[in-house]
């Protein structure tokens, strides 16, 4: 995928943390889309995750895709989110077998965002740390400075 077309998708997965935050739910949003660029599944926070603490969009993304698609069609899948993946969301990622992730912002960014809110208590570990733990070759990329207004937008107000 090309960097124009990176950014796109991670445009489409703020249109997803926008209604998730319409919705009452922390403002994250993932997508997942195959080799040719369909996007196949969106999903965004469900309830506020002090009711489901594995509720982030990207480990919910990946329940279902997991249900759906075997771990072969997966491995050319590239998974899009708002914000770079938290540990947890990492962990589903590899197990699921994606092999491609790309992200708005990153968690060390998040991490300034949020502060010491108890409802994100925020990760500063990098998902290409998590996935250098493995033994997948796991292509990750991100941030994207020409979508951090866009991805930080949503959140305004909603960490106070």
């Given at each position: 995928m090309s960097k124009k077309n990176d950014i796109n998708y991670i445009v489409k997965c703020v249109e997803v943390s926008q209604r998730a935050r319409n919705n009452g739910?922390?403002?994250?949003?993932?997508?997942?889309?195959?080799?040719?660029?369909?996007?196949?599944?969106?999903?965004?926070?469900?309830?506020?995750?002090?009711?489901?603490c594995t509720g982030h969009a990207e480990t919910m993304l990946m329940a279902c895709a997991s249900h759906k698609y075997t771990k072969d069609f997966l491995?050319?899948?590239?998974?899009?989110?708002?914000?770079?993946?938290?540990?947890?969301?990492?962990?589903?990622i590899y197990w699921g077998n994606v092999g491609r992730v790309v992200y708005g912002i990153s968690e060390k960014r998040l991490l300034e965002l949020t502060g010491d809110?108890?409802?994100?208590?925020?990760?500063?570990?990098?998902?290409?740390?998590?996935?250098?733990?493995?033994?997948?070759?796991?292509?990750?990329?991100?941030?994207?400075?020409?979508?951090?207004?866009?991805?930080?937008?949503?959140h305004q107000g909603f960490w106070n």
């Open positions: 739910n922390t403002p994250f949003g993932a997508i997942l889309v195959d080799s040719e660029g369909n996007v196949l599944l969106e999903q965004e926070n469900i309830e506020i995750t002090d009711s489901i491995w050319n899948c590239t998974l899009y989110s708002t914000a770079e993946p938290c540990a947890m969301c990492a962990g589903a809110n108890a409802q994100n208590p925020t990760f500063d570990l990098p998902c290409k740390e998590v996935f250098t733990r493995g033994q997948k070759n796991i292509e990750v990329v991100g941030p994207f400075q020409e979508v951090e207004e866009l991805i930080l937008k949503v």
